[in-house]
């Protein structure tokens, strides 16, 4: 019999591999082309909501598990363009006059109390703005403290507090305004005035029949 001594059957120990052998590396799976889609589609749509084809495709994937008819689909898309329009033009709006220290919430209420003609109270500012009671006294709080608004006792109610603009507030209500006129220019300028005018009967005559239904 051979002398296999320190070399083993294989050759020298030191050369001998222990153990199961690696299993060769795998290279990484590529993305699932959906994922990569799902990506793109966030970098398009930063502030929030989603890309108009996305929506599509919500509303493809939809009829896919439900058998609704596709006759109201226009109804659908319309209605999903106000809401994510309005999502986007929010936060667009109010990332631009966080540069004043404002936000468009405080410059709506600064607005109405200022050119809505009668001195407005707490409760009719929350109607108008839709939101709730003590939201909006806690928004009116903070602007008298801030010095743009007066808060004081109705004359003909002493139950009532009534809320008027100052000086200050109205140098706000300017600066704000300076902001988005600038922001609508960049949004509409290329939209045909025709078709902007079309826009603003139409979604008139639409909130005018939100408020029929509340």
């Known amino acids: 019999m051979a002398d296999i001594g320190a070399k083993g059957r294989n050759g020298p120990r030191s050369e001998q591999k222990r ?58 898309r319309a209605t999903r363009a106000f809401v994510v329009a309005a999502r986007r033009w929010r936060k667009v709006a109010n990332d631009r006059v966080k540069a004043v220290g404002q936000t468009m919430a405080r410059w709506e209420t600064l607005f109405l109390v200022a050119f809505s003609g009668n001195e407005l109270t707490q409760g009719e500012l929350a109607r108008l703005i839709s939101v709730e009671g003590p939201t909006m006294v806690r928004m009116l709080d903070t602007l008298a403290q801030d010095g743009l608004i007066e808060r004081n006792q109705s004359e003909t109610d002493r139950r009532v507090t009534v809320n008027r603009i100052t000086p200050k507030g109205t140098q706000v209500i300017g600066d704000v305004m300076a902001i988005t006129n600038g922001l609508r220019s960049d949004l509409l300028k290329d939209i045909d005035p025709d078709k902007l005018t079309i826009t603003i009967e139409v979604m008139s005559q639409i909130l005018r029949r939100l408020d029929e239904m509340r």
């Not at 153990?19 to 966030?42: C, F, I, S, T, Y």
């Not at 502030?47 to 006759?71: C, K, M, T």
Request: proline share 10%; hydrophobic share 35%.
């Open 19 to 76: 153990g199961p052998k690696a299993a060769p590396e795998r290279p990484m799976a590529e993305p699932k082309r959906d994922v990569l889609a799902e990506q793109a589609q966030r970098a398009a749509a930063p502030f929030g909501g989603y890309p108009v084809d996305q929506a599509e495709r919500h509303l493809i994937n939809y009829h896919s598990q439900f058998a609704d008819g596709a006759d109201d689909d226009i109804y659908f």
